[in-house]
């Protein structure tokens, strides 16, 4: 009884929480149900109750395939290099901003570094093949002021996860600065005024408030972060795959792309699909419990 005069004085939430529960529903929980293909050689024209059971048929293929551990490395390395480079980026660069005092400079500062992640990852590829190109790009132009031979960087598999992991820092630095520097707001200034009444310099008060202050919103976020850890991005990748850096750029993402839309291999696509997720998931759960031992905060 108490329950439902609770829910009927809240009725306006609930209600407006309709669309949202129905988007989850309809988009993130029903196509789970489509995964049993995983366990199928699915056939388009029989369906689900049509389509042979196979088991673990395509798990087995997927492990046993000469490529799989190359492109489960490819994708492994650069989740790394993501993790250390884009992730770490966008805290230092709110705590550099946190420090600007000139309110007109930092709002443009942080106009220009939000500006590209509005731009499509095209567009985005578009950019650096411009400034890479080895007969008109900036970088062989300032090469060739050195009387270096040009560099055809996107041809060359020892460049392609270094412009990967830039064009993505490049790309999302100024938007992921975002949330840390709401909370940088959020810390309240008669603690910095205390501090330097005890004499505490810039840098120990950052060691001693702002870090502090932030340790919670680092561990969310990177709590979220090492849940997508395999899922690099399939359109980050493509735009900047070709031939010639294939040894290095093919990942997960791009794999599933081909086998299952270019050669119509549902089952086996799912399957590796199936496989990012569960992984995603075990790691997400190992990395929440530790977190939640060793500072408190977790996700659930």
Request: aromatic content about 16%; cysteine-free; proline content about 4%.
């Amino acid at each position: 009884m108490l329950r439902m005069q609770y829910m009927w004085k809240y009725k306006a939430l609930y209600f407006i929480s309709i669309p949202g529960i129905l988007f989850f529903l309809l988009f993130k929980y029903v196509p789970l149900f489509g995964t049993v293909i995983a366990f199928q050689n699915y056939n388009l024209f029989t369906g689900f109750k049509g389509s042979p059971w196979v088991g673990l048929a395509h798990f087995k293929r997927m492990f046993s395939h000469y490529d799989f551990l190359r492109i489960l490395g490819n994708t492994l390395i650069l989740g790394i290099y993501d993790m250390v480079f884009a992730f770490t980026a966008p805290i230092v660069l709110a705590l550099l901003l946190n420090e600007v005092r000139l309110a007109f400079y930092k709002k443009i500062v942080q106009t220009i570094i939000y500006a590209p992640h509005f731009l499509s990852w095209v567009i985005v590829s578009g950019i650096f093949v411009g400034v890479l190109s080895p007969s008109s790009g900036v970088v062989n132009t300032i090469i060739g002021w050195f009387g270096m031979e040009p560099i055809y960087f996107l041809g060359e598999d020892s460049y392609i996860r270094t412009i990967l992991v830039s064009s993505g820092l490049w790309r999302d630095i100024g938007w992921g600065t975002i949330i840390y520097l709401a909370a940088l707001a959020g810390i309240n200034p008669d603690l910095y005024e205390a501090a330097e009444m005890d004499g505490a310099s810039r840098w120990r008060q950052t060691l001693a408030i702002t870090l502090p202050a932030l340790l919670p919103v680092i561990t969310i976020l990177f709590l979220l972060k090492i849940g997508d850890f395999l899922d690099y991005g399939f359109e980050r990748v493509f735009v900047f795959q070709n031939p010639l850096n294939l040894q290095n750029s093919e990942i997960l993402d791009t794999y599933i792309y081909k086998a299952g839309l270019k050669q119509m291999q549902y089952s086996y696509a799912t399957a590796i699909g199936l496989f990012k997720s569960v992984v995603g998931l075990t790691l997400l759960s190992i990395a929440n419990f530790m977190s939640k031992k060793a500072t408190g905060e977790s996700l659930y």
